[in-house]
């Protein structure tokens, strides 16, 4: 099992930045792909971004490429996603996920793909 906590959420204008982090407990966090999601009300779930184990493969959702840039920092077993040019389109809960692998160059993409998840951090940008 492994426990994921996310933090860094709030409310922004247009335009600013935020930088969530997942910090993640009671398993090897360096064993798991983890990833950003989030979910508007109404709508499903969408992957955001991922990144491999060893860090060196990203994915991004082509709505956000350019702006989100998603890292990992094993020695903290965190995971961040740094936003920029927030627009309110990006407005939702967003969730950070995990799971175990034993590839280290291996990379997910799609939500089904995550298994481990935590309670989600709520962004609202304003107009």
């Known amino acids: 099992q492994v426990q994921l906590v996310e933090s860094g959420g709030g409310l922004v204008q247009a335009g600013g930045s935020l930088r969530l982090s997942c910090a993640a407990s009671?398993?090897?966090?360096?064993?798991?792909?983890m990833g950003w999601f989030r979910q508007a009300p109404g709508k499903e779930r969408e992957v955001v971004a991922a990144?491999?184990?060893?860090?060196?493969?990203?994915y991004y959702v082509d709505s956000v490429k350019g702006r989100f840039t998603i890292s990992r920092d094993s020695a903290k077993n965190t995971v961040y996603l740094q936003m920029n040019s927030l627009r309110p389109e990006d407005t939702a809960a967003y969730y950070c996920?995990?799971?175990?692998?034993?590839?280290?160059?291996?990379?997910?993409?799609?939500?089904?793909?995550?298994?481990?998840w935590g309670q989600g951090t709520q962004v609202t940008v304003s107009s």
């Open positions: 996920g995990a799971r175990f692998v034993s590839s280290a160059q291996l990379l997910y993409t799609q939500v089904a793909d995550f298994d481990s």
């Open positions: 990144i491999s184990r060893s860090g060196t493969s990203t």
């Open positions: 009671g398993r090897a966090f360096s064993s798991a792909v």
